[in-house]
């Protein structure tokens, strides 16, 4: 099963950027679709960002469109975040997520294999 490691969280305030990565080992993640998901204390898992297997395929959350962009460096194994205009709702443990597939999803049912998650906190 591949292992997903995530990272790139941290404190930052409002209107800030952040990229977080997420490294996958054990197994290539080059034929499968990966997505990121985030928890804010309180609520469910929710989508952010689903990329396919080439990258050539992407869909977001209406939260997060325009300002999130979500890529893969399949040589490197491993998907990146983009987060720019951070806002304080944006606060959450982000995890990484690996479908089962190579077509993108957004909903938790798809998912095969999460990482351990990275905390983003954006202060007002």
């Known amino acids: 099963q591949v292992q997903l490691v995530d990272t790139g969280g941290g404190l930052v305030q409002a209107g800030d950027s952040l990229r977080l990565s997420c490294a996958a080992s054990r197994r290539s993640i080059g034929n499968r679709a990966m997505a990121w998901f985030r928890q804010a204390p309180g609520k469910e898992r929710e989508f952010v960002a689903a990329i396919n297997w080439s990258g050539g395929d992407t869909f977001y959350a209406s939260s997060v469109k325009g300002r999130f962009t979500i890529s893969r460096d399949n040589a490197k194994n491993t998907v990146y975040l983009q987060m720019n205009s951070l806002k304080p709702e944006d606060t959450a443990i982000y995890y990484c997520?690996?479908?089962?597939?190579?077509?993108?999803?957004?909903?938790?049912?798809?998912?095969?294999?999460w990482g351990q998650g990275t905390q983003v906190t954006v202060s007002s």
């Open positions: 997520a690996a479908g089962g597939s190579g077509l993108v999803f957004t909903t938790t049912q798809r998912v095969g294999s």
